[in-house]
């Protein structure tokens, strides 16, 4: 089965630090733009981060300068480095391949990986 797993989140204070990692199967990851999105309580997804095939990323401007996108083609994995958290960056963290890129061929999210920002 072609599946993505989330994985690295937790409980950290304000301006504490987590590296989340996202496993994705699949024989040519390589090909596509991957992202992480987030869902807070009440709230839409949202998408966060976006690393191309060849590396190139974005992010949403409340996180940038605080986060790091980046992947391993050869492990199939896509991390998100986060630094500085606030507690608005609380949410359920997913990975996928976005919209507007070559589609993926996962057809389902992920579990996703709960990050909590709070004193």
């Known amino acids: 089965q072609v599946q993505l797993v989330e994985s690295g989140g937790g409980l950290v204070q304000p301006g504490g630090s987590l590296r989340l990692s996202c496993a994705a199967s699949g024989s040519a990851f390589s090909l596509y733009t991957m992202g992480w999105y987030r869902q807070a309580p009440g709230k839409q997804r949202e998408l966060v981060a976006t690393i191309t095939s060849l590396g190139r990323t974005y992010y949403t401007d409340s996180v940038k300068g605080r986060f790091t996108i980046s992947r391993d083609n050869a492990k199939n994995t896509v991390y998100l480095q986060m630094n500085s958290l606030k507690p608005e960056d609380t949410a359920v963290y997913y990975c996928?391949?976005?919209?507007?890129?070559?589609?993926?061929?996962?057809?389902?999210w992920g579990q996703g990986t709960q990050v909590t920002v709070s004193s």
């Open positions: 996928n391949a976005p919209k507007g890129g070559l589609s993926g061929p996962w057809p389902d």
